[in-house]
């Protein structure tokens, strides 16, 4: 899978006010990988703060995924140099940098994602570059691997504006749960408070061309529908335990 031309055309599509759909993976097996990879999303996320994904699996579970054609995306454990570094030499995409409070933040993490001169993340050989084979090709895409940054907190909330003007931010994307309990209204997501934040996040975006995103965690055809037409553009759509826990209940 050529990944800089998708992570470019991801790119492309969503400064145009295009759509992208993917998905969410927090058990870490290769063969829901490569399932999903082949249901036609355009990224795959293996969540490595709430899922129990070790490094040592991410290189099979880009290579499951990759072979249909899907984009590898980590949701960092928090956004430490060497998560970064380690999801990325792995064979991601890019990353989903969890609960960012400031534009600093962002900045700093973004700066580990990438090879310098764009960035200060160590060069070497990895899986990445098929160990060295691929390097001078991995280079470019090293410059700028995909970043979203996720909008959890009282402090993004305030801090958005400034968020939302960082240079290579490609997206953000809600945390539902994490933003509510933030104000004290854990997994209230009909309070009037919540909707209303969920709103100024998504018009706020909109005026910086950034594309707004949240995840329909519970997975349903009408809710993603519904997202995609309040606006939303960039959209994780359920999760592997959910689809197989709804896809097995008896009645």
Known sequence: MDKRASTAQLRTRLLSGGTSVGSWMQIPHPSIAEILGQDGYDW?????????????????????????????????????????????????????????????????????????????????????NLFGKLFDTYREQAQA??????????????????????????????GPYDLSASMKLTAQFDSPEFLGAIGKI?????????????????????????????GFRFVAYGTDALFLMHGSQRS
Request: charged share 20%.
């Open 202 to 230: 998504r018009v706020q975006a909109e005026q910086a061309n950034v594309a707004c995103g949240v995840h329909v965690v519970t997975p349903s055809p009408v809710i993603l529908k519904q997202r995609l037409a309040e």
């Open 44 to 128: 795959i996320a293996f969540d490595m703060e709430h899922g129990s994904f070790g490094v040592a699996q991410l290189p099979d579970l880009c290579r499951a995924v990759e072979l249909g054609g899907t984009l590898p995306l980590v949701r960092l454990a928090q956004g430490h140099p060497k998560d970064c570094k380690q999801a990325l030499d792995a064979g991601a995409g890019g990353v989903i940098v969890p609960n960012v409070a400031s534009a600093r933040q962002l900045m700093e993490v973004r700066d580990a994602c990438r090879w310098p001169p764009a960035g200060v993340r160590g060069v070497g050989f990895s899986r990445a």
């Open 145 to 174: 691997p995909f970043l979203v940054a996720m909008i959890e907190g009282r402090d993004a909330l305030e801090n958005l504006p400034e968020i939302l003007c960082v240079e290579g931010l490609d997206a953000i994307l809600i």
